[in-house]
């Protein structure tokens, strides 16, 4: 009988392990001297830079911020209910009952916008449609700003906290739903981190004064997100 041959494995020895890449390249460490001023002020000039590249358009008023089809209601809803606060501000004050609404109702609630307000004092009634882009590019800064802060409260690096801040203040919700309702979806993106600026302040520092501020926002824009921002308070590992 023939004999098998039997085919004999080379056993590889075992190598030294290779050292492990650097995480921090130098650009990154940069951030490492930086101050904390100077953190925000790197931060607002990339919102500054990615604002003008989005919103060029509507900023230089080539374009009103103005939608049809899907985003019709900033021209039949928003657009004309600023029309008529303003008007009715001229003429009787603070907005409360009014027959030009539907057959005659109460505008008093949600009118209050702090944002969208100031700028329709600031420019006037005919420079509104002009001026609208200005509403989303200011709550774009403060959702940055609040959701820098909030990552630095956490003492993350500031690499990270620019690039985490820059991400959640473009993100979709805000820049695709502004062309919708920008006095309610954006609003919401900047009170939001705000909240969670201002509640890491109080249980991490036990600096409570930002948190009154916060919720009053957050009332004054829609009293039942009291209710669903309550939930996520409870359970304070659900926010940090």
């Known amino acids: 009988m023939a004999k098998s041959k039997t085919s004999k ?12 890449p650097k995480i921090r390249s130098e650009v990154i460490s940069i951030f490492d ?4 001023l100077q953190g925000f002020g ?8 990615i604002s003008v590249l989005l919103f060029k358009d509507y900023l230089f008023h080539k374009k009103y911020f103005l939608f ?25 004050g603070v907005p409360a009952w009014s027959f030009k609404a539907g057959m005659g109702q109460n505008i008093n609630p949600f009118w209050l916008d702090p944002i969208a307000t100031s700028v329709l004092f600031l420019f006037g009634k005919e420079n509104i449609a002009g001026s609208l882009v200005l509403v989303v590019v200011i709550e774009i800064f403060l959702a940055a700003t609040f959701f820098y802060a909030f990552l630095q409260s956490l003492h993350l690096h500031k690499f990270a ?8 203040a473009f993100c979709g919700y805000l820049i695709v739903c502004s062309t919708w309702d920008l006095n309610k979806y954006p609003t919401e993106v900047y009170q939001a981190a705000f909240l969670l600026f201002a509640l890491e302040q109080w249980i991490g520092k036990s600096k409570w004064y930002f948190f009154p501020s916060s919720i009053a926002l957050i009332a004054i824009h829609q009293p039942f997100y009291l209710y669903l921002y309550g939930v996520l308070i409870l359970d304070r590992k659900s926010v940090v």
């Open 68 to 92: 049809l089809d899907l985003g019709a209601d900033s021209i039949n809803i928003i657009y004309t209910n600023l029309m008529h606060y303003a008007d009715y501000i001229k003429a009787e």
């Open 161 to 168: 906290s620019i690039i985490g801040a820059l991400s959640y």
């Open 42 to 49: 790197l931060l607002w000039g990339c919102v500054l830079l």
């Open 9 to 20: 494995t080379k056993i590889q020895p075992v190598s030294e392990p290779k050292e492990a």
């Open 33 to 36: 001297k930086i101050s904390d």
